[in-house]
């Protein structure tokens, strides 16, 4: 069945790194735009990053520009979002998304997510 | 980035019909429509609708979305104990390059 499988997270220092990575299967992962989301505990959603069907054109939210990457595989069917310079406000839950109809902004699929720490 | 406005809450009773707005501005709501997100607690966000009301397979008909100049509203009719959930607003801001969300609101069904 359609379905994304977020790994990755767990508890980094502030200043620290990590990357995550989104499976994706029961869909011709290469043909769909994908995002990143995340939500704070107790907060609403805050989108992170979103990469074209071809991985060429990337867009990112202030808030991590210039410290997180996104990427994807097509080969492997993979989301990746590699995390730098990582700071306290960006403890979260991290959730994979398919974009919907060439949308850019609506996400029909999402992965059960995937829980970053960050704290000394 | 700025982002859309939500009322933080809304109730309404059973059976009742709830309006929930979204508002933005010209360059995202206003230019490319909204979609409707809801999300229970403890779980993923589901996706209600995009723009004029485009519904994915297996979205209720007691929901339907609408649009007027920079507001978008999700309106559900029929409200359901299930309907209980927070519901959010998304639109991808040409001026932003990004994606932009409402803070969210959370239904009660009384």
């Known amino acids: 069945q359609v379905q994304l499988v977020e790994s990755g997270g767990g508890v980094v220092q502030p200043g620290g790194s990590l990357s995550l990575s989104c499976a994706a299967s029961g869909f011709t992962f290469s043909s769909y735009g994908m995002h990143w989301v995340r939500q704070a505990p107790g907060k609403g959603l805050a989108w992170v990053a979103f990469?074209?069907?071809?991985?060429?054109?990337?867009y990112y939210a202030d808030s991590v520009k210039g410290r997180f990457t996104i990427s994807r595989d097509n080969s492997k069917n993979t989301l990746y979002l590699q995390m730098n310079s990582l700071r306290a406000e960006d403890t979260a839950m991290y959730y994979c998304?398919?974009?919907?109809?060439?949308?850019?902004?609506?996400?029909?699929?999402w992965g059960q997510g995937t829980m970053v720490t960050v704290s000394s | 980035q700025a982002g859309l406005t939500q009322p933080p809450s809304v109730s309404k009773g059973l059976r009742q019909t709830a309006t929930l707005t979204c508002t933005g501005n010209?360059?995202?709501?206003?230019?490319?429509?909204a979609a409707w997100l809801q999300q229970h607690q403890g779980h993923p966000p589901k996706l209600l609708s995009y723009?004029?009301?485009n519904r994915p397979s297996g979205i209720s008909e007691r929901l339907s979305a609408s649009r007027s100049g920079n507001t978008a509203s999700l309106t559900i009719t029929g409200l359901q104990p299930e309907d209980e959930a927070d519901y959010y607003c998304?639109?991808?801001?040409?001026?932003?390059?990004?994606?932009?969300f409402g803070g969210g609101t959370k239904l009660t069904v009384l």
């Open positions: 998304s639109a991808w801001d040409t001026s932003l390059s990004a994606v932009v």
């Open positions: 990469t074209r069907y071809d991985g060429v054109n990337k």
């Open positions: 998304a398919k974009d919907f109809e060439s949308s850019w902004a609506a996400f029909d699929i």
């Open positions: 723009r004029n009301n």
């Open positions: 010209s360059n995202n709501v206003g230019n490319q429509g």
